[in-house]
T-cell receptor, first 114, second 110 residues
Framework: EPEVTQTPSHQVTQMGQEVILRCVPI?????FYWYRQILGQKVEFLVS????????KSEIFDDQFSVERPDGSNFTLKIRSTKLEDSAMYFC????????????FGPGTRLTVT | GQQLNQSPQSMFIQEGEDVSMNCTSS?????WLWYKQDPGEGPVLLIA???AGELTSNGRLTAQFGITRKDSFLNISASIPSDVGIYFC??????????WGAGTKLIIKP
């Protein structure tokens, strides 16, 4: 069964460093998403991406965040200058359509900023 | 902003028991989703509801889209140990962004 994959599973970085989180969405999906989940809290939407551009983004997704689909398979989230409060699980998701909301999630990357 | 309120926050259940949880909002939504998250993993979609009053089953799971479009319910019948985890409701806002509840944590009593 096709699945969303994410690498790395755990990333430790120092405050102020740049990190890139990588995702490989399901191959025939057209919509891609990043979500964040701070430990023990609810899942929060960050950004959606379609046709090589951002469709929607939340207030959390400020100028320090960017997304890219550098080739036909990868979808990346870059955090330019990490802060302690960026420590969280970051989930990538993909879907075939936007309106059916059947989004498939990857296993997540745990980001720890020290 | 729009919020989804899930209850209960956590449940201790005996294996074999039926489980009920719900999700409410002061806002109207046109779609309700139920996800399950196991420790260390991403959420997995269990059931999607697209029509007010709709009742949909997925094995031992049954979810309903409330008539007012402000709530949804998830029931699990005859719970088994692998049902433990956190159950989230989610609904898309007018910008297609998924809003999530805080989750209901299901714990099996030893």
């Amino acid at each position: 069964e096709p699945e969303v994959t994410q690498t790395p599973s755990h990333q430790v970085t120092q405050m102020g460093q740049e990190v890139i989180l990588r995702c490989v969405p399901i191959s025939n999906h057209l919509y891609f998403y990043w979500y964040r989940q701070i430990l023990g809290q609810k899942v929060e939407f960050l950004v959606s991406f379609y046709n090589n551009e951002i469709s929607e983004k939340s207030e959390i997704f400020d100028d320090q965040f960017s997304v890219e689909r550098p080739d036909g398979s990868n979808f990346t989230l870059k955090i330019r200058s990490t802060k302690l409060e960026d420590s969280a699980m970051y989930f990538c998701a993909s879907s075939w359509d936007r309106v059916d909301y059947e989004q498939y999630f990857g296993p997540g990357t745990r980001l720890t900023v020290t | 902003g729009q919020q989804l309120n899930q209850s209960p926050q956590s449940m201790f259940i005996q294996e074999g028991e039926d489980v009920s949880m719900n999700c409410t909002s002061s806002s109207i939504f046109n779609t309700w989703l139920w996800y399950k998250q196991d420790p260390g993993e991403g959420p997995v979609l269990l059931i999607a509801l697209y029509k007010a009053g709709e009742l949909t089953s997925n094995g031992r799971l049954t979810a309903q889209f409330g008539i007012t479009r402000k709530d949804s319910f998830l029931n699990i019948s005859a719970s088994i140990p692998s049902d433990v985890g956190i159950y989230f409701c989610a609904a898309p806002d007018s910008n297609y962004q998924l809003i999530w509840g805080a989750g209901t944590k299901l714990i099996i009593k030893p």
